[in-house]
């Protein structure tokens, strides 16, 4: 397995102890800090894209193009990313979500890419993957018709799983600082982080219950699209090592929908804020460490257990969401 990588995660993000949620939680919790993996507030895009840019520069490209949220990290990370290596970004940010407000349109992730020189093109569909995917081909297409080598990073399944290189790479670093966790929690989402991070793990041969919490579809559609990505990805490196049983998923924080904050989720951001003085993220690690507290509390993480939980950055949508964070929070005039 031979795959250009161009490196953007110069050092390994600690393994923290937590122990007051440990106290409270009665186990043993732990925490990844992949938030500060990478340039310009990073996170887990910052591992996938190692792999995307690294194809990007073996292809000589110029112009780098990426679709995602309106307050997507991605196309944020990818902006940043690019810039450091030399290339232009093009970044498409669709209607996901259904927020309508200035700062949602405007501050967070539309801000830093702006402030990054990415040129920011709109496309108003949120569940057309392969839609967005042709829209980015055609601006591509314009790129190479202005001289220019252009880059896609595709959205859609179908097309090889790079970005999952990045959490098999990131599982062998876990491994190399505590081999001793007995479950994993992580966010599933295009579920490229999920998968390469249980590949990487059985590849080692650690049974780690890794647990992927939904921030997009619910467990049903998730677990469907978990198996496709599991299949690309054992055809991409040659080597199947997830079992349909290590294909864990739960929905129970993703209400009210993709990128739209919660009572759980809510919840989950405050515990982990005012206990550990730890900030998470209102579309994805708020719900995704909201397992945590919930699997404990109906058994399926069980007491005195070594849990990971990944933090996988998103802080730079914090205040795009001031509006849903003020909701969550009142905060009375004393
Ligand atoms: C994109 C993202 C995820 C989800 O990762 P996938 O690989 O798409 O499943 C989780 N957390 C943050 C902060 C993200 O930006």
Redesign the pocket.
């Known amino acids: 397995m031979d795959f250009p990588r161009a490196s953007l995660v110069s050092a390994v993000t600690p393994i923290e102890h937590l122990p007051r949620l440990s106290d409270e939680l009665g186990i043993s919790l732990h925490i990844k800090r992949d938030?500060l993996a990478g340039t310009t507030m990073g996170?887990?895009?910052s591992r996938?894209l190692e792999y995307y840019l690294g194809a990007a520069q073996q292809a000589r490209a110029q112009t780098v193009l990426i679709t995602g949220a309106v307050q997507?990290?991605?196309v944020r990370?990818a902006a940043a990313s690019a810039a450091k290596l030399g290339m232009k970004t093009i970044v498409q940010l669709e209607d996901r979500v259904p927020l309508t407000d200035a700062l949602y349109g405007a501050n967070g992730n539309v801000l830093l890419s702006r402030l990054l020189g990415a040129e920011v093109m709109r496309y108003p569909v949120g569940e057309d993957e392969a839609g967005a995917d042709a829209a980015l081909r055609a601006r591509a297409a314009e790129e190479e018709e202005a001289g220019r080598t252009p880059y896609v990073i595709p959205l859609a399944l179908g097309n090889a799983p790079l970005?999952?290189l990045g959490?098999m790479r990131a599982a062998e670093e876990i491994l190399s600082q505590d081999d001793g966790f007995d479950v994993v929690v992580?966010?599933?989402?295009?579920?490229?982080?999920?998968a390469?991070l249980l590949h990487g793990l059985r590849q080692a041969g650690h049974r780690a219950r890794v647990i992927?919490s939904c921030?997009?579809r619910d467990a049903k559609q998730q677990h469907e699209r978990m198996r496709q990505v599991r299949d690309a990805l054992a055809k991409m490196t040659g080597t199947a090592t997830i079992q349909n049983e290590d294909i864990i998923i739960w929905d129970g924080a993703l209400a009210p929908g993709y990128g739209q904050l919660g009572p759980a989720a809510a919840q989950a951001m405050a515990m982990m804020a005012q206990t550990e003085g730890i900030i998470l993220?209102p579309?994805?690690?708020a719900k995704?460490f909201a397992a945590v507290p919930a699997l404990v509390a109906r058994g399926d993480i069980r007491a005195g257990e070594r849990v990971l939980f990944v933090h996988?950055?998103?802080l730079a949508s914090l205040f795009a969401y001031q509006s849903a964070l003020e909701n969550a929070f009142p905060h009375p005039e004393t």
Not at 188 to 193: N, W
């Open positions: 938030d996170g887990n895009k996938q997507s990290n991605f990370t970005g999952a959490y992580v966010a599933s989402g295009s579920g490229l982080t999920h390469g992927g921030v997009r993220d579309v994805y690690t995704v996988t950055g998103g």
